[in-house]
């Protein structure tokens, strides 16, 4: 699979999200986890799996109530030594090329150790 051809798919399926959930383990109250994620039907299952042996990361899971298949990372270290590599050398093209920028952005203060503080 080219990895111009995971980019092209990715600027049009992905997304690059956060999921922030009230957590007592947290300082602030807060768990915050950056994520990689593509959803598509159930009849593309072949295709994320195909995706996750390209990166070799992540998990691939299916959703029988919403007939979907959900490809996602979650990982700290794997975004940041895999998936922002790869956007970088393989840039976005469209809206989400912003969209990137910003969540790379985000990474970098969570890994700094920033997002532990309000301010952060």
Not at 6 to 13: H, R
Not at 40 to 69: A, H, S
Request: charged content about 20%.
């Amino acid at each position: 699979m080219s990895p111009w051809f995971i980019t092209g798919f990715c600027d049009a399926e992905s997304s690059f999200s956060l999921k922030i959930q009230k957590s007592l383990k947290y300082k602030i109250g807060y768990k915050i986890q950056p994520i990689f994620t593509i959803e598509l039907n159930q009849r593309d299952l072949i295709l994320l799996e195909e995706i996750k042996t390209f990166f070799g990361i992540g998990l691939v899971k299916v959703n029988n109530i919403k007939n979907t298949v959900t490809y996602s990372i979650t990982k700290l270290n794997d975004l940041v030594t895999i998936i922002i590599p790869h956007f970088k050398n393989y840039p976005l093209f469209t809206q989400k090329s912003i969209d990137f920028s910003l969540w790379c952005n985000i990474i970098s203060i969570i890994e700094n150790g920033e997002h532990l503080t309000k301010e952060g």
